[in-house]
């Protein structure tokens, strides 16, 4: 206890976060610029080297080769993020502040600036470092990650394994109050500011137990090992991040979306009766057709009306929808006649825009900047001839619908300088990113507007 730890895994996911919240930095052998580890690492403020090809990771001896030196638990390291260099032995370090001629570029900036600037943040901690470093509300709150804290996991593990509806219901009212807290806590935090929170994304299985843990979880749980095999083997897809995630989970499982509505709403009037206006955006994940957004539309008005009927309390919220997938930016015109906001996950968006995978595309890249195929990594700034005209199609067509859509992006390019411009041209109300890129989101979009008004002045 007390140490400072480094996580080394070939590859993360989101059961890793209690793990990665422990460790002081995490190293990866497969990933990129947005894959999981890299984008929980950099919200946490965590240093992170993912897609490192000549680690060799040997579990079972707890060890790692790193070309021809081996490294033992208990070894010295220390990581760079922004090289992806690991270094043997430890190197001072220095935590980051917001203070002196610092500040005063950024209170500067905040005076040019038109974009707003959120951020992406699961927890209260989080969302009280992005307000540190100037954040003006969540533009996405993963709430899968809230599934990781604590025993939470085993009452997620018998949502899954329920064999109907009744006994689904019962596993997610013990989550309900947890869930409940969490959104307290963020609107707290926030003080009134949008706190944009996305509904159930990621596919079941990665909340599903893996290896050495089956047989233990099994026990927890009070069903065999080879029950809970079974069901492993039933939930695997052969490509999950296309498969049944997102909305997807909440047309077939409803009651997933309606207990996180109920649990939005009730921390909503809890906030209110302490005297805190929350401003609640609902965020439905991966529509690629209005009637997918039409129906878990439907669930959400359904529960939020009941929930204020009981509670005597009325509480505005809005309710949109993530555009990661193509055909969701063609139909924005369709989309917007029932989404009150539209925030581009650009991660997916450019994952099936290109056909690259975000965690593999690591293994290719160099060789593509190499060879002058790519400028620039399409995870880090954003590909303005391509995912930019899916994203201006979007703004176009859905503003054409509805003039009052709001629309931001989520996606980890929010907090890069020439994506931040590309926002400010398109015209996009804001940016969210991680929180210790708020501030250069912030400078990003002064400079993009000063550079406007020059243009126009000539």
């Not at 470093?133 to 997620?156: K, N, P, W, Y």
């Not at 137990?209 to 029950?227: F, Q």
Request: net charge negative; with cysteine.
């Amino acid at each position: 206890m007390g140490e400072k730890v480094v996580l080394v895994r070939v590859e993360t996911s989101p059961e890793d976060i209690s793990g990665m919240n422990a460790a002081q930095g995490i190293l990866t052998q497969r990933g990129g610029m947005t894959s999981h580890a890299a984008v929980v690492a950099r919200g946490m403020g965590k240093c992170a080297v993912v897609g490192c090809s000549d680690i060799s990771i040997n579990e079972h001896k707890e060890e790692i080769r790193i070309g021809d030196k081996t490294f033992r638990k208990g070894d010295l390291l220390t990581l760079d993020g922004s090289t992806g260099e690991v270094f043997e032995g430890g190197i001072k370090v220095i935590d980051p502040e917001i203070k002196g001629n610092f500040a005063k570029v950024m209170e500067w900036s905040d005076e040019f600036r038109r974009l707003g600037v959120r951020t992406n943040a699961d927890t209260p901690k989080d969302a009280r470092k992005a307000r540190e470093f100037g954040a003006e509300g969540i533009g996405l709150c993963r709430t899968e990650h809230m599934f990781f804290e604590g025993d939470r996991i085993q009452s997620v593990r018998k949502m899954i394994l329920a064999d109907n509806k009744e006994e689904r219901k019962a596993a997610l009212n013990e989550l309900l109050p947890f869930q409940r807290e969490d959104f307290v806590e963020l609107f707290r935090a926030m003080k009134g500011l949008p706190v944009t929170i996305r509904l159930l994304d990621p596919p079941l299985h990665e909340f599903l137990p893996k290896g050495e843990e089956i047989k233990e979880s099994a026990n927890r749980l009070n069903v065999s090992e080879e029950e809970l095999k079974e069901k492993l083997e039933t939930l695997s897809e052969v490509n999950p991040m296309l498969g049944h995630r997102g909305c997807r989970l909440a047309i077939t499982y409803p009651e997933i979306a309606e207990m996180q509505t109920q649990a939005i709403l009730e921390a909503a009037i809890e906030v209110k009766k302490e005297g805190i206006e929350p401003t609640v955006e609902i965020m439905v994940p991966l529509i690629a057709h209005i009637n997918e957004l039409k129906k878990v539309k439907e669930f959400i008005t359904v529960t939020a009306d009941k929930i204020m009927r009981d509670e005597e309390t009325e509480v505005k919220y809005r309710i949109g929808t993530m555009i990661e997938i193509p055909r969701a930016a063609l139909t924005a015109d369709e989309i917007a006649e029932e989404a009150e906001f539209f925030s581009f996950g650009t991660n997916d968006l450019t994952q099936m825009c290109f056909g690259f995978s975000r965690d593999d595309i690591g293994k290719f890249l160099p060789e593509y900047k190499k060879k002058e195929i790519l400028e620039e990594d399409p995870f880090q700034t954003i590909d303005v001839e391509g995912v930019g005209k899916l994203i201006e199609t979007a703004v176009e067509r859905g503003r054409k619908t509805n003039p009052q859509l709001k629309i931001g992006i989520c996606g980890e390019q929010g907090g890069e300088a020439k994506s931040v411009e590309f926002c400010h041209k398109k015209g996009l109300d804001y940016v969210s990113c991680s929180p210790f890129r708020v501030p250069v989101a912030r400078l990003a979009a002064a400079q993009s507007a000063i550079q406007e008004e020059k243009q126009q002045q000539k």
